[in-house]
Protein backbone atom coordinates (compact mmCIF):
# COMPACT_ATOMS: atom_id res chain seq x y z
CA UNK A 1 0.00 0.00 0.00
CA UNK A 2 1.03 3.55 -1.02
CA UNK A 3 0.67 5.94 1.60
CA UNK A 4 0.71 9.86 1.17
CA UNK A 5 0.97 12.47 4.26
CA UNK A 6 0.60 15.88 3.88
CA UNK A 7 1.49 17.07 7.40
CA UNK A 8 3.18 20.02 9.53
CA UNK A 9 4.87 19.52 12.35
CA UNK A 10 4.36 17.72 16.08
CA UNK A 11 1.06 16.80 15.49
CA UNK A 12 1.65 15.79 12.00
CA UNK A 13 5.22 13.68 13.18
CA UNK A 14 3.40 11.66 15.92
CA UNK A 15 0.91 11.03 13.94
CA UNK A 16 2.89 9.13 11.20
CA UNK A 17 4.93 7.63 14.17
CA UNK A 18 1.60 5.90 15.06
CA UNK A 19 1.00 5.02 11.21
CA UNK A 20 4.60 3.57 10.98
CA UNK A 21 3.43 1.41 13.69
CA UNK A 22 0.63 -0.12 11.78
CA UNK A 23 1.94 -0.46 8.58
CA UNK A 24 3.84 -3.46 7.21
CA UNK A 25 7.05 -3.98 5.50
CA UNK A 26 5.40 -3.91 2.17
CA UNK A 27 3.85 -0.43 2.58
CA UNK A 28 5.70 2.82 1.54
CA UNK A 29 4.64 5.97 3.49
CA UNK A 30 5.71 9.57 1.88
CA UNK A 31 5.32 12.31 3.57
CA UNK A 32 5.04 16.16 1.98
CA UNK A 33 6.38 18.41 4.27
CA UNK A 34 4.88 22.18 5.14
CA UNK A 35 7.99 24.59 4.30
CA UNK A 36 6.10 27.47 4.64
CA UNK A 37 7.37 27.73 8.40
CA UNK A 38 11.00 27.93 7.24
CA UNK A 39 12.52 30.84 8.32
CA UNK A 40 16.55 32.37 8.10
CA UNK A 41 17.85 33.05 11.29
CA UNK A 42 21.95 33.22 12.17
CA UNK A 43 22.24 32.97 8.35
CA UNK A 44 21.06 29.50 8.17
CA UNK A 45 17.71 28.07 6.86
CA UNK A 46 15.62 26.52 9.30
CA UNK A 47 12.66 24.13 8.60
CA UNK A 48 11.19 23.76 11.88
CA UNK A 49 7.99 21.05 10.77
CA UNK A 50 10.88 19.34 8.12
CA UNK A 51 13.09 18.55 11.04
CA UNK A 52 10.54 17.80 13.64
CA UNK A 53 8.80 15.25 11.32
CA UNK A 54 13.44 13.85 10.81
CA UNK A 55 13.73 13.80 14.34
CA UNK A 56 10.44 12.65 15.54
CA UNK A 57 10.29 9.57 12.78
CA UNK A 58 13.91 9.11 13.18
CA UNK A 59 14.48 8.79 16.87
CA UNK A 60 16.12 11.68 17.88
CA UNK A 61 13.41 14.42 18.95
CA UNK A 62 12.80 16.29 22.45
CA UNK A 63 10.19 14.23 23.47
CA UNK A 64 8.89 16.36 26.10
CA UNK A 65 9.09 19.56 24.29
CA UNK A 66 7.89 17.56 20.95
CA UNK A 67 10.41 19.85 18.56
CA UNK A 68 14.33 20.35 18.77
CA UNK A 69 17.22 17.65 20.06
CA UNK A 70 16.64 15.27 22.75
CA UNK A 71 19.88 15.71 25.37
CA UNK A 72 20.25 19.00 23.42
CA UNK A 73 22.68 21.65 25.34
CA UNK A 74 22.58 25.20 24.43
CA UNK A 75 26.04 26.83 24.57
CA UNK A 76 25.87 28.41 20.80
CA UNK A 77 22.71 30.46 21.73
CA UNK A 78 24.10 31.52 25.25
CA UNK A 79 27.26 32.91 23.26
CA UNK A 80 25.06 34.62 20.81
CA UNK A 81 23.37 36.57 23.87
CA UNK A 82 26.31 37.24 24.99
CA UNK A 83 27.88 39.01 22.02
CA UNK A 84 24.18 41.26 21.93
CA UNK A 85 22.98 38.91 18.51
CA UNK A 86 19.09 38.03 18.11
CA UNK A 87 16.82 37.18 18.00
CA UNK A 88 16.73 35.93 21.74
CA UNK A 89 12.96 34.36 21.15
CA UNK A 90 13.95 31.13 18.79
CA UNK A 91 15.70 28.82 20.12
CA UNK A 92 18.10 26.79 18.59
CA UNK A 93 20.51 24.12 20.13
CA UNK A 94 23.61 22.59 19.37
CA UNK A 95 22.98 19.86 17.99
CA UNK A 96 19.78 21.53 16.25
CA UNK A 97 22.63 24.24 14.71
CA UNK A 98 24.66 21.61 12.86
CA UNK A 99 21.37 20.63 11.02
CA UNK A 100 20.89 23.80 10.10
CA UNK A 101 24.51 24.64 8.93
CA UNK A 102 24.47 21.43 7.04
CA UNK A 103 21.57 22.35 5.02
CA UNK A 104 22.76 26.08 4.34
CA UNK A 105 26.22 24.69 3.24
CA UNK A 106 24.62 22.63 0.59
CA UNK A 107 21.46 25.13 -0.45
CA UNK A 108 24.69 27.48 -1.07
CA UNK A 109 26.16 24.99 -2.91
CA UNK A 110 23.64 24.57 -5.38
CA UNK A 111 21.52 21.55 -4.44
CA UNK A 112 17.17 22.05 -3.73
CA UNK A 113 15.85 21.57 -0.75
CA UNK A 114 14.64 18.35 -1.69
CA UNK A 115 17.87 16.84 -2.43
CA UNK A 116 19.20 18.46 0.80
CA UNK A 117 16.27 16.74 2.93
CA UNK A 118 17.06 13.28 1.61
CA UNK A 119 20.58 14.04 2.09
CA UNK A 120 19.82 14.79 6.01
CA UNK A 121 17.32 11.99 6.23
CA UNK A 122 20.35 9.33 5.08
CA UNK A 123 21.49 10.01 8.80
CA UNK A 124 18.08 9.84 10.57
CA UNK A 125 16.50 6.98 8.67
CA UNK A 126 12.62 8.32 9.35
CA UNK A 127 11.46 4.77 7.60
CA UNK A 128 9.16 7.46 5.44
CA UNK A 129 10.15 8.93 2.32
CA UNK A 130 10.11 12.78 3.57
CA UNK A 131 9.75 15.27 0.57
CA UNK A 132 9.48 18.95 1.04
CA UNK A 133 6.30 20.42 -0.49
CA UNK A 134 8.77 22.83 -2.59
CA UNK A 135 11.54 23.47 -3.38
CA UNK A 136 10.73 27.40 -4.13
CA UNK A 137 11.20 29.72 -1.19
CA UNK A 138 7.27 30.07 0.91
CA UNK A 139 7.04 31.76 4.01
CA UNK A 140 3.84 32.64 5.90
CA UNK A 141 3.15 35.60 6.90
CA UNK A 142 0.22 37.12 9.49
CA UNK A 143 -0.99 40.33 9.64
CA UNK A 144 -1.40 42.05 12.67
CA UNK A 145 -2.05 45.20 14.62
CA UNK A 146 -0.57 46.33 17.86
CA UNK A 147 1.07 49.28 19.09
CA UNK A 148 3.24 49.55 16.32
CA UNK A 149 0.20 49.52 13.72
CA UNK A 150 -0.81 47.04 11.65
CA UNK A 151 1.98 45.51 10.11
CA UNK A 152 2.78 41.85 8.70
CA UNK A 153 5.01 39.84 10.69
CA UNK A 154 6.88 35.79 10.14
CA UNK A 155 4.46 33.24 11.08
CA UNK A 156 7.56 32.22 13.05
CA UNK A 157 7.16 35.74 15.16
CA UNK A 158 3.52 35.69 15.71
CA UNK A 159 3.37 31.68 16.64
CA UNK A 160 7.22 32.05 18.84
CA UNK A 161 7.85 35.43 20.04
CA UNK A 162 4.18 36.79 20.41
CA UNK A 163 2.85 33.10 21.57
CA UNK A 164 -0.58 34.48 18.83
CA UNK A 165 -1.55 36.89 21.79
CA UNK A 166 -2.43 39.29 19.33
CA UNK A 167 -5.50 38.87 16.59
CA UNK A 168 -4.73 37.48 13.54
CA UNK A 169 -5.95 39.62 10.47
CA UNK A 170 -4.92 37.78 7.65
CA UNK A 171 -2.86 34.75 7.09
CA UNK A 172 -0.66 35.24 3.78
CA UNK A 173 1.61 32.42 2.36
CA UNK A 174 3.84 34.76 0.63
CA UNK A 175 5.40 33.01 -2.71
CA UNK A 176 3.06 30.04 -2.51
CA UNK A 177 0.87 31.22 -5.78
CA UNK A 178 4.50 31.08 -7.27
CA UNK A 179 5.89 28.08 -6.25
CA UNK A 180 5.89 24.40 -7.75
CA UNK A 181 5.44 21.45 -6.23
CA UNK A 182 8.71 19.46 -5.11
CA UNK A 183 10.24 16.39 -7.57
CA UNK A 184 7.85 13.69 -6.92
CA UNK A 185 5.20 15.47 -5.20
CA UNK A 186 2.56 14.93 -7.88
CA UNK A 187 3.90 11.85 -8.58
CA UNK A 188 3.03 10.58 -5.18
CA UNK A 189 -0.20 11.55 -5.04
CA UNK A 190 -0.73 10.22 -8.31
CA UNK A 191 0.65 6.83 -7.70
CA UNK A 192 -1.52 6.89 -4.11
CA UNK A 193 -3.36 3.96 -2.45
CA UNK A 194 -4.66 6.66 0.44
CA UNK A 195 -3.79 10.03 1.47
CA UNK A 196 -4.08 11.10 4.72
CA UNK A 197 -4.56 14.71 6.25
CA UNK A 198 -3.04 13.86 10.12
CA UNK A 199 -4.13 16.45 12.85
CA UNK A 200 -1.85 19.35 11.81
CA UNK A 201 -2.74 22.67 11.57
CA UNK A 202 -5.54 22.76 8.47
CA UNK A 203 -4.42 26.83 8.26
CA UNK A 204 -0.65 27.41 8.49
CA UNK A 205 0.80 23.58 7.95
CA UNK A 206 -1.65 21.24 5.89
CA UNK A 207 -3.21 24.54 4.04
CA UNK A 208 -0.30 26.15 2.95
CA UNK A 209 0.79 23.19 0.97
CA UNK A 210 -2.18 22.91 -0.56
CA UNK A 211 -1.94 26.34 -1.61
CA UNK A 212 1.05 25.76 -3.68
CA UNK A 213 -0.34 25.17 -7.59
CA UNK A 214 -1.19 22.02 -8.10
CA UNK A 215 -1.11 20.32 -4.54
CA UNK A 216 -4.58 20.71 -4.10
CA UNK A 217 -5.69 19.71 -7.56
CA UNK A 218 -4.07 16.61 -7.28
CA UNK A 219 -5.29 15.52 -3.58
CA UNK A 220 -8.81 16.11 -5.05
CA UNK A 221 -8.62 14.70 -8.62
CA UNK A 222 -6.90 11.42 -6.70
CA UNK A 223 -8.27 8.04 -7.22
CA UNK A 224 -7.21 7.28 -3.68
CA UNK A 225 -9.38 8.09 -1.21
CA UNK A 226 -8.59 11.40 1.66
CA UNK A 227 -8.74 10.98 4.94
CA UNK A 228 -8.19 13.72 7.65
CA UNK A 229 -8.47 13.74 10.95
CA UNK A 230 -9.20 16.65 13.16
CA UNK A 231 -6.64 18.55 15.11
CA UNK A 232 -9.90 20.38 16.85
CA UNK A 233 -10.95 18.25 20.27
CA UNK A 234 -14.03 19.93 21.94
CA UNK A 235 -13.82 23.35 20.48
CA UNK A 236 -10.10 23.75 20.93
CA UNK A 237 -6.71 22.79 19.64
CA UNK A 238 -5.30 19.69 21.26
CA UNK A 239 -1.75 21.87 20.75
CA UNK A 240 -0.95 24.87 19.88
CA UNK A 241 -3.39 27.95 18.60
CA UNK A 242 -4.96 26.56 15.56
CA UNK A 243 -8.18 28.46 17.01
CA UNK A 244 -6.27 31.92 16.37
CA UNK A 245 -5.43 31.43 12.88
CA UNK A 246 -8.45 29.73 11.72
CA UNK A 247 -10.50 32.60 13.10
CA UNK A 248 -8.15 35.00 10.36
CA UNK A 249 -9.86 32.84 7.75
CA UNK A 250 -13.13 32.94 8.98
CA UNK A 251 -13.48 29.07 10.29
CA UNK A 252 -15.10 28.14 13.36
CA UNK A 253 -12.47 26.31 15.67
CA UNK A 254 -14.72 23.00 15.92
CA UNK A 255 -14.32 19.32 14.33
CA UNK A 256 -17.14 20.22 12.00
CA UNK A 257 -16.23 23.54 10.78
CA UNK A 258 -12.25 22.10 9.60
CA UNK A 259 -13.73 19.43 7.88
CA UNK A 260 -16.02 21.87 5.98
CA UNK A 261 -13.33 24.47 5.89
CA UNK A 262 -11.67 21.49 3.45
CA UNK A 263 -14.45 20.61 2.15
CA UNK A 264 -15.89 17.35 0.39
CA UNK A 265 -13.89 18.06 -2.80
CA UNK A 266 -10.81 17.55 -1.20
CA UNK A 267 -12.30 15.17 1.46
CA UNK A 268 -13.57 11.98 1.37
CA UNK A 269 -13.51 10.75 5.20
CA UNK A 270 -13.05 12.65 8.21
CA UNK A 271 -12.08 11.82 11.89
CA UNK A 272 -13.41 13.37 15.03
CA UNK A 273 -13.02 12.33 18.59
CA UNK A 274 -15.70 11.06 20.37
CA UNK A 275 -15.85 14.06 22.28
CA UNK A 276 -17.32 15.87 19.50
CA UNK A 277 -19.40 12.80 18.13
CA UNK A 278 -22.04 15.69 17.46
CA UNK A 279 -20.03 16.86 14.44
CA UNK A 280 -21.07 13.18 12.11
CA UNK A 281 -24.20 14.44 10.81
CA UNK A 282 -23.67 17.86 9.70
CA UNK A 283 -19.87 16.57 8.35
CA UNK A 284 -21.86 13.69 6.56
CA UNK A 285 -24.32 15.99 5.56
CA UNK A 286 -21.77 17.69 3.65
CA UNK A 287 -21.03 14.80 1.79
CA UNK A 288 -17.97 13.95 3.92
CA UNK A 289 -17.85 10.17 5.86
CA UNK A 290 -17.38 10.71 9.42
CA UNK A 291 -16.38 8.44 12.26
CA UNK A 292 -15.92 9.56 16.40
CA UNK A 293 -13.04 7.86 17.48
CA UNK A 294 -10.40 8.61 20.21
CA UNK A 295 -8.01 11.43 19.35
CA UNK A 296 -6.03 12.52 22.06
CA UNK A 297 -2.04 11.02 21.20
CA UNK A 298 -1.50 10.09 24.60
CA UNK A 299 -0.03 6.81 23.55
CA UNK A 300 1.75 4.74 21.46
CA UNK A 301 -0.97 2.62 21.62
CA UNK A 302 -3.59 5.40 21.50
CA UNK A 303 -2.10 7.12 18.27
CA UNK A 304 -1.62 3.52 16.12
CA UNK A 305 -5.33 3.33 16.93
CA UNK A 306 -6.08 6.60 15.15
CA UNK A 307 -3.96 5.73 12.32
CA UNK A 308 -5.70 2.30 12.37
CA UNK A 309 -8.84 4.01 12.30
CA UNK A 310 -8.07 6.59 9.84
CA UNK A 311 -7.20 3.27 7.14
CA UNK A 312 -10.17 1.72 8.11
CA UNK A 313 -12.45 4.45 6.98
CA UNK A 314 -10.05 4.70 3.65
CA UNK A 315 -10.85 1.38 3.22
CA UNK A 316 -14.66 1.65 3.90
CA UNK A 317 -14.76 4.89 1.72
CA UNK A 318 -13.02 2.63 -1.50
CA UNK A 319 -16.04 0.73 -1.28
Known amino acids: MRIVALAGGIGGARFLRGLKDVTGPGDE?????N?????????????????????????????????????ETWSIKNEMKAYGVGPEWFGLGDKDFATHIVRTQMLAAGYPLSAVTEALCERWQPGVRLLPMSDDRVETHVRITDEDGTRAVHFQE???????????????????????????????????????????????S??????????????????????????IVGGAPVRGMADRVLAAVGVEATAAAVALHYSSELLDGWLVDTTDADAV???????????????????????????RAALELAEQVRG
Open 281 to 307: GPVEAAGIACRAVPLLMDSPAATAAMA
Open 35 to 71: TADDIHLFGLKVCPDLDTLMYTLGGGIHEEQGWGRAD
Open 206 to 231: IGTILAVPGIRQAVSSSSAPVVGLSG
Open 29 to 33: ITVIG
Open 158 to 204: YWVKLHAAVDAEAIIPVGADTAKPAPGVLEALAAADVILLPPSNPVV
